[in-house]
């Protein structure tokens, strides 16, 4: 065989498999196709899973997803019925329910999450904008569980009956953008609202009346402190004076005996010796009241000088005036 025949040979088997390559296509169960024939659908959409025929090269398969997709919303203000703006985020769940329409209005995936930004921020916006904050922000009329001291907090607008509530507003939400899907070839099974805040304005706004209430609180339990702590500094210095007393009348009591027991022993001492007693009270004395510095001025018939003069009888006169 010459080089040409291999050549052409070669190029016909390669020009085979292509050509089987692309008339057979995969479905998984994953999966459902639509067929397209330049750009345009042709037939019904491939639903079943397994190997599928279709025209080479004229034909191209569309493959979409059979499972449940996730949508996330962005946040967007919304003011409610009693004026209050807040930011509202949202998060659904939708599927392909007809590939071809699906196919024939949306294209993909890409311009499906498009569509469903329209609708469902839109009737979120609507839904919300009839309905007070707390009917978004509350399930049920379930009672608060708080504190004592929380409930000057509390607003009045929080103990208002509710209605609705967050999930038949979701559910609401819900119904109404699910009228429209079906004409795009979705399915919208589940929508829910992901968070719910003030905007930045009213936020600073709230945050300083919860700071002023929790100071007003603060204060208040400062002042029963206070009082608390008065009544316990003066119920001590009650019982510190009496007991200060009770101290002072046993010590009292204490030298008393003992002035006692000191009179009764320097009686007892001056009646077994009264001259003995005498000349220890006045050695005493000298003690007490005269040092080396010392001048006194004394009369001759003093008892302080009479024990003076005995001692210096031996002796040359002393002085009466110095020692």
């Known amino acids: ?168 507003i979701t559910r609401l939400i819900l119904e109404r953008a699910s009228q429209v899907m079906p004409d795009y070839g979705i399915e919208l099974v589940d929508v829910q609202i992901q968070r719910i805040n003030y905007i930045e304005t009213v936020q600073a706004k709230v945050f300083d009346r919860m700071i002023s209430e929790r100071k007003r609180i603060a204060d208040r339990y400062r002042s029963e402190g206070q009082g608390k702590s008065a009544e316990i500094r003066g119920k001590k210095e009650r019982e510190l004076k009496v007991i200060e007393s009770e101290a002072y009348k046993k010590t009292q009591e204490v030298m008393g005996g003992g002035d006692a027991q000191a009179t009764a022993i320097y009686a007892a001492a001056y009646n077994r010796d009264r001259e003995l007693y005498k000349f220890l009270r006045t050695m005493e004395t000298y003690k007490t009241t005269i040092d080396k510095q010392s001048w006194l001025v004394l009369s001759t018939s003093a008892d302080v000088f009479r024990y003076l003069q005995s001692a210096n009888a031996a002796g040359p006169t002393p002085r009466a005036s110095k020692h």
């Open 1 to 168: 065989m010459t080089t040409r025949g291999l050549i052409i040979r070669g190029a016909l088997v390669v020009l085979a498999i292509v050509t089987l390559y692309s008339t057979f296509y995969t479905v998984s169960e994953q999966e459902q196709v639509v067929i397209t024939q330049f750009g345009e659908p042709i037939g019904q959409a491939v639903i079943s899973p397994g190997l599928h025929v279709k025209i080479p090269f004229t034909q191209d398969v569309n493959v979409f997803d059979k499972r449940w997709l996730e949508w996330n919303g962005n946040p967007n203000q919304v003011p409610t019925r009693d004026k209050k703006y807040i930011w509202v985020e949202t998060y659904a769940r939708w599927r392909i329910a007809n590939p071809l329409l699906f196919f024939q209005r949306l294209r993909d995936e890409r311009g499906a999450q498009s569509r469903l930004d329209d609708i469902i921020d839109g009737e979120t916006r609507n839904v919300i904008a009839s309905h007070n904050l707390i009917e978004i922000v509350r399930v049920s009329n379930r009672a608060f569980e708080r504190a004592e001291e929380a409930e000057d907090v509390m607003e009045a607008e929080t103990m208002r009956q509710v209605e609705l509530g967050r999930d038949k």
